[in-house]
């Protein structure tokens, strides 16, 4: 079965290939030929997932999924949230986002986390949510190479290292985006 992934984030479209091969074949956008910006407007991940996968799907009248995926931390009232992304401002900055983050938790002992990611799966005949959930707790400082996003910080739960620390292997087997994939690619087996 053959796929758009409505994203341009490079890390995310590898990772999931790396999660579904062999089972489901994932284009991207740059593949259609498209090269726009998908604005994230809504205030849910939810939300979010829906607009980029309709847009794909009005646009270019291809079965296609997006996803959102959000840092829930607990100390914070679940923020960033939606905002994850765009925390410390509207570049997409990593490393801004955590310097925020940490700061922010700075003088908190409950460091309690959760990532959350929604796929939402647009075809001719339907609409569907999938949602993967992975718990943990957020370190006190950045540890790690591998990964993207907030991975240097992000410590899941029942380990004692971060995914950048933990490596693709491990992370692609037990992170939120992997359970959201999972529960996809079972779907899409039964058409």
């Known amino acids: 079965m053959k796929i758009v992934f409505a994203t341009n984030n490079k890390h995310k479209l590898d990772e999931v ?8 074949e994932i284009v991207s956008l740059e593949e259609i030929g498209c090269h726009d910006d998908i604005a994230e407007t809504a ?7 829906l607009l ?4 794909i799907k009005n646009k270019f009248g291809l079965d296609c999924f997006a996803d959102d995926t959000g840092l829930e931390v607990a100390a914070l009232n679940n923020a960033p949230g939606v905002y994850s992304a765009r925390y410390a401002g509207i570049a997409h900055d990593s490393e801004g986002n955590m310097k925020k983050l940490l700061s922010e938790l700075n003088d908190k002992d ?6 959350r990611t929604v796929i939402a799966l647009v075809t001719k005949d339907e609409t569907k949510l999938f949602e993967g959930i992975v718990h943990g707790e957020i370190g006190r400082e950045k540890k790690g190479e591998n990964g993207f996003g907030y991975d240097p910080v992000f410590i899941p739960e029942g380990y004692t290292q971060t995914f950048a620390e933990l490596g693709d292997h491990i992370k692609n087997n037990i992170s939120h985006r992997a359970e959201a994939v999972r529960k996809l690619n079972d779907y899409l087996s039964t058409l």
């Open 43 to 49: 205030t849910t991940l939810e939300g979010n997932a």
């Open 17 to 24: 290939k790396k999660i579904v091969a062999g089972k489901i």
């Open 52 to 55: 980029k996968a309709n847009y």
């Open 110 to 115: 409950n460091r309690k986390a959760r990532f």
